[in-house]
Nanobody, 114 residues
Framework: QVQVVESGGGLVQAGGSVRLSCTAS???????MGWYRQAPGKQRELVAV???????NYAESVKGRCTISRDNVKNTVNLQMNSLKPEDTAVYYC?????????WGQGTQVTVSS
């Protein structure tokens, strides 16, 4: 059974930090893992993605404020977000890519208060 489960998030004050964690299980040969977010009324967008080999891409809006990391043995991916802004408020989704399709988590809410 495939599972992609996020944890972390919550209500944070502007300027604060949050750490999101995700564990994927039941997926054969995970390639890229990443974090996406969707704010109310907006499309889902990439936040950060890391390949199995460690290549990383960040959205321009979070560069310098976010760090993504993964453990290929445990099939986990983490996202450390600092200097949070109200515009970072969104549901954050973890995604794990197998050889044939992506798998998404249910999402975790991050709310940044000003």
């Amino acid at each position: 059974q495939v599972q992609v489960v996020e944890s972390g998030g919550g209500l944070v004050q502007a300027g604060g930090s949050v750490r999101l964690s995700c564990t994927a299980s039941g997926i054969f040969s995970i390639n890229a893992m990443g974090w996406y977010r969707q704010a109310p009324g907006k499309q889902r967008e990439l936040v950060a993605v890391i390949s199995r080999g460690g290549n990383i891409n960040y959205a321009e809006s979070v560069k310098g404020r976010c760090t993504i990391s993964r453990d290929n043995v445990k099939n986990t991916v983490n996202l450390q977000m600092n200097s949070l802004k109200p515009e970072d408020t969104a549901v954050y989704y973890c995604r794990a890519d197998s050889l044939v399709r992506p798998y998404w988590g249910q999402g975790t809410q991050v709310t940044v208060s000003s």
